[in-house]
Nanobody, 120 residues
Framework: QVQLVESGGGLVETGGSLRLSCAAS????????LGWFRQGPGKEREYVAH????????YYDDSVKGRFTISRDHAKSTMTLEMNTLKSEDTAVYYC?????????????WGQGIQVTVSS
């Protein structure tokens, strides 16, 4: 059973920064990636970023490239999303997700989600 627990969301002003963390536990079958998705008000859930758990190679959606940084810590089994230069359009519920490495945009496991609100 895979469990993903997010932490670190909250309210921040435009241009500010926040850090999200995801604690992962359980057993994964085969190579996998951990990533972030988000769902803004009235929008569909969308991909944000992911990282290969073994390789540590990061990948980003163009909307966050250069502003967000994804990383992972093997020893702590955690993944972090550093979000800088936040914009109002970054307001969303952010979900941690686990996916097969070759299909990172189709997660098999989800966290419960955490709110990020960017005020203008």
């Amino acid at each position: 059973q895979v469990q993903l627990v997010e932490s670190g969301g909250g309210l921040v002003e435009t241009g500010g920064s926040l850090r999200l963390s995801c604690a992962a536990s359980g057993s994964f079958l085969g190579p996998y990636a951990l990533g972030w998705f988000r769902q803004g008000p009235g929008k569909e859930r969308e991909y944000v970023a992911h990282i290969g758990w073994i390789s540590g190679n990061p990948y980003y959606d163009d909307s966050v490239k250069g502003r967000f940084t994804i990383s992972r810590d093997h020893a702590k089994s955690t993944m972090t999303l550093e979000m800088n230069t936040l914009k109002s359009e970054d307001t969303a519920v952010y979900y941690c997700a686990a996916s097969p490495l070759g299909d990172a945009r189709r997660p098999l496991h989800w966290g419960q989600g955490i709110q990020v609100t960017v005020s203008s």
